[in-house]
């Protein structure tokens, strides 16, 4: 499975980006999927990559990090083997490079349970 993260960019505290991930080589519907970030500043292994959010194979559970619950919105669309994220009222700490993954498994928040990482798309929100 290939996975590419689009739709980060540049914008002002409080306003809104949705991100996409497009998986290409295989089928991601029997597959839960997560978004992951990595602030700027220190290298971090994989593994230590922020849970930011996850969706089960059929979107029908949703789980997302305290620090984004309530702004963020998970979703998937399997007819077109993508997985979007919703962000709104942005705030400079959620400025990161973004990360998709795929999970075989039913889903975790936890960066060393992913199966599949795509490379990330940087978010960048100014105060």
């Known amino acids: 499975v290939q996975l590419q993260a689009s739709g980060g960019g540049l914008v002002q505290a409080g306003d809104s980006l949705r991100l996409s991930c497009a998986a290409s080589?295989?089928?991601?519907?029997?597959?839960?999927m997560g978004w992951f970030r990595q602030p700027p500043g220190k290298e971090r292994k994989f593994t230590e990559r922020?849970?930011?959010?996850?969706?089960?194979?059929?979107?029908?559970?949703?789980y997302y990090a305290n620090s984004v619950q309530g702004r963020f919105t998970i979703s998937r669309d399997n007819a077109k083997n993508t997985v979007y994220l919703q962000m709104n009222s942005l705030k400079p700490e959620d400025t990161a490079v973004y990360f998709c993954?795929?999970?075989?498994?039913?889903?975790?928040?936890?960066?060393?349970?992913?199966?599949?990482w795509g490379k990330g798309t940087q978010v960048t929100v100014s105060s």
């Open positions: 922020e849970f930011v959010s996850f969706i089960n194979w059929s979107g029908g559970s949703t």
């Open positions: 993954a795929a999970d075989t498994g039913s889903g975790s928040s936890w960066a060393e349970d992913m199966d599949y």
């Open positions: 080589g295989h089928s991601i519907g029997s597959y839960a």
